[in-house]
């Protein structure tokens, strides 16, 4: 079973930029890597999915190099409410596998 | 339009009650999930259907929990006999294809269970 290892959490001011990695050794070919976000209280949402090299939407970029063992998401002017927890995950058969996610703490 | 709602929001048990939690999936979401979440924990997957059919249940922790979607829309998670290891968050996803994993799953707000 394919694993992922992000840090535990990470603290940022309002308006940086933040970056949190994501390593999977042993993803499969055709795996693709997805983002999800957490609030207290709410279940998690979909943020970004990609399977090479860059990925950008509305809310964050996504970056895999080419031997895709870590992806990177991107946090551009991060604010108080992007206070949550980020999970890096792929799917294993049906299911998502989230692991416990990066805890990041916004501040002002 | 609507998305994922889950009743009750809240749920104390006594120890050895029967529950049902219900799971109203996005309309025509063809895939639903359920997870169990433990405090500080990420979610774990439990089961998966398509449609109608419980194409996956390895994740179901004993035989006290079982799951059912018998017309391929709203999906009720029963746990037996509850346990207070059965505390946890149960949320429930749909997605709108059948193939799972490269498909953004839609998940609700969960139901809190608390067992005495």
């Known amino acids: 079973l394919a694993k992922t290892t992000q840090p535990i959490s990470m603290d940022s001011y309002e308006g940086q930029e933040v970056n949190i990695t994501c390593s999977h050794n042993n993803i499969a070919t055709n795996d693709y890597i997805t983002w999800y976000q957490q609030f207290p209280s709410q279940g998690p949402r979909f943020i970004i999915q990609g399977y090479k090299t860059k990925v950008t939407n509305e809310v964050a970029s996504l970056f895999i190099p080419a031997d895709r063992k870590s992806s990177t998401l991107s946090l551009p002017r991060v604010s108080l409410s992007d206070t949550a927890v980020y999970y890096c995950?792929?799917?294993?058969?049906?299911?998502?596998?989230f692991g416990k996610g990066t805890s990041l703490l916004v501040t002002p | 339009g609507a998305g994922v709602s889950q009743s009750p929001r809240y749920k104390v048990a006594k120890r050895g009650q029967d529950v049902a939690l219900r799971c109203d999936p996005i309309?025509?979401?063809?895939?639903l999930f359920w997870y169990q979440q433990a405090l500080g924990q990420g979610p774990e997957f439990l089961t998966y259907?398509?449609?109608?059919?419980?194409?996956?249940k390895s994740g179901l922790p004993s035989d006290r929990f079982f799951a059912e979607r018998p017309e391929g829309s709203v999906s009720t998670l029963k746990i037996q006999r509850t346990q207070q290891e059965d505390s946890a968050v149960y949320l429930c996803a749909s997605s709108p294809r059948g193939l799972a994993g490269a498909v953004e799953q839609f998940f609700g707000p969960g139901t809190r269970l608390t067992v005495l």
């Open positions: 259907f398509q449609n109608e059919a419980q194409l996956d």
């Open positions: 309309s025509g979401h063809v895939s």
């Open positions: 995950l792929f799917p294993s058969g049906y299911a998502l596998n």
